[in-house]
């Protein structure tokens, strides 16, 4: 087997691996939303998302995004040139720094809290803004766990290890539900008696804390194992952390697109006719987005920097090009029928998933409509969580950066429209995202391409052709399912409704890999194959 071959097989089951792992945290993470939206119904819950936005987006920015991206890449570079021991002493400094920093940063947050919430959602009532702001500052410490989270994240992955760090991020979700609903019992006495109030959000916020020390704590044992030994090291002046700072700022910048366009969307969203409960419709609709987005597109994202990031070393090579063309046609693959599903069937896996206590078949209508928006950016975002970090192996770090700035131009001019001048509701805001989201990818995609003098592009259109007839099976069923079996939704109970969308999409998924097996699309075969060995199939 070839060197070239070899990788990309073990591109595949790496994926594989990390995609499991993270499946568990998305259910976990949907069966949180699920409480939340139950319990509180949707315009607490989105109170309660506006809260968590800013920390959520700080570790998103800083922690697994920008310094995540940064530091992978340079440790990676450091362990192949210069040994573990080099990679290990980086890795001491850089946990150091960001523990200082961080808690710097939750510090701020906590003490502006009141400002910020404010600022983030300025059409809310005062009411809303008292809440927000309290549950905020409990939340604004996760920041300080996460950062050190992903540099330990970083270090394993660089080092092969890629299920603990992956299915590390369950521990939170676990941590948030069982530490949310201990303490809401606890805190809010309407809570016991299934008349829960706000006092009973307070029990999740802290609940997020408690998740954050479990997604750091599970990751250690194996930290130690691959030889790793802490100890506190501020040698800021070093020249390899000066590197992955030199690199951090303009990630920062690149990653800040997406995340701030949601972040315009809380605030365009909270001048919408839905108020608070728009907040939370477009939360549920993008945490259903996010399912497929971890579990596919993070997962080769994950997978693949590493390897971008040795491979740089050498140039830029056909392996180079060869791995990264590999991840983006693996993405395609992989995020083209869940989006094609999401939107198809939005209603009924809105309605199963969330439908139940205080979330009300008004709230699904509302949340089917986004949620159909960010199925189409699906596809975009996934490639652009691999096609992005490509381009700071390579020291093109600032070509990200400024696209990301034109994309939040572009989406806060047509938020700002959509909602001031013709009075839109809040899915013209996820249609924002996700066509921003669109011109981001397409537009790396055409700089990536001319540096990396081609990306096999033909191949990639070819095996997209491939795709397009399988998805064209996979939604004549899913269409047949919904207007035969599904027909009359609002008369099913919950078990009928389950059965019939569970049956529905596991034809339509079986009808997908069937086709782009039979038209040998190559990532179809190894995705197949992973799965029989999984399963002790050989």
């Known amino acids: 087997m070839s060197a070239e071959k070899k990788d990309s097989s073990s591109q595949a089951r790496s994926t594989g691996i990390v995609s499991i792992a993270i499946l568990c945290s998305r259910v976990l993470g949907l069966v949180r939303d699920q409480m939340l939206n139950g319990f509180f119904g949707s315009a607490f819950t989105g109170i309660f998302t506006a809260a968590f936005r800013t920390p959520n987006m700080l570790r998103d920015l800083f922690a697994e995004g920008a310094l995540s991206t940064a530091f992978v890449t340079t440790f990676s570079k450091k362990m192949k040139t210069e040994g573990d021991e080099a990679a290990w002493a980086l890795g001491r400094k850089m946990i150091s720094l960001s523990m200082w920093f961080m808690t710097l940063v939750a510090i701020a947050g906590v003490a502006l809290a009141p400002i910020l919430f404010r600022i983030l959602t300025p059409g809310l009532s005062e009411e809303a803004k008292v809440l927000g702001t309290s549950l905020a500052q409990i939340m604004y410490p996760f920041i300080a766990l996460v950062s050190v989270t992903a540099l330990v994240m970083g270090m394993l992955n660089s080092k092969k290890v890629f299920f603990i760090p992956a299915v590390a991020s369950a ?53 130690r194992r691959v030889g790793f030994r802490f100890r506190f090291d501020f040698g800021c002046k070093d020249p390899a952390v000066k590197e992955v700072l030199h690199l951090m700022w303009p990630s920062m910048l690149a990653a800040s697109g997406t995340q701030v366009a949601v972040l315009l969307n809380s605030i365009f969203a909270s001048y919408t006719a839905g108020k608070e409960s728009s907040l939370a419709w477009l939360a549920n609709a993008q945490r259903l987005q996010q399912l497929p987005l971890g579990l596919f597109g993070v997962a080769v994202a994950t997978v693949t920097l590493p390897m971008l990031s040795r491979l740089a070393t050498e140039g830029m090579t056909p392996a ?41 078949a008004h709230d699904v209508a509302n949340t089917a409509a986004p949620l159909q928006a960010y199925a189409f950016g699906l596809i975009f975002y996934a490639a652009i969580k691999v096609l992005q970090p490509a381009f700071y192996t390579i020291d093109r770090r600032f070509i990200p950066m400024i696209v990301s700035l034109g994309i939040i131009a572009f989406t806060a001019t047509v938020n700002s429209i959509t909602v001031f001048v013709f009075h839109w509701d809040h899915t013209a805001l996820a249609w924002a995202t996700a066509v921003g989201l669109a011109l981001n990818f397409f537009t790396l995609y055409l700089c990536m391409r001319k540096f990396a003098s081609g990306l096999e592009t033909r191949s990639l259109m070819q095996a997209l052709i491939k795709l397009i007839i399988g998805i064209a099976a996979m939604s004549g069923i899913c269409l047949a ?58």
């Open 320 to 360: 180079f090009r060869g791995a990264l063309a590999k991840g983006l046609r693996l993405v395609l693959f992989l995020t083209l029928p869940c989006a094609v599903g999401l939107s198809l069937l939005s209603q009924e896996i809105i309605s199963v998933i969330f439908e139940h206590g205080k979330f009300t």
């Open 171 to 223: 521990f939170f979700n676990l941590g948030c539900i069982v530490g949310g609903v201990v303490l809401a019992w606890i805190i809010d006495p309407g809570f016991r008696h299934g008349n829960v109030s706000e006092k009973g959000l307070t029990g999740f916020a802290i609940g997020t804390l408690i998740g954050g020390v479990l997604q750091l704590a599970v990751q250690l044992p194996s930290l």
């Open 481 to 538: 399912a919904k207007f035969t079996i599904m027909a009359d939704w609002a008369h099913l109970n919950f078990m009928l409704r389950s059965a019939t969308l569970a049956l529905s999409i596991g034809i339509a998924a079986i009808a997908y890999f069937a086709v782009t097996k039979k038209l040998k699309v190559e990532e179809s075969g190894e995705f197949l194959s992973l799965l029989g060995r999984r399963f002790g199939k050989r």
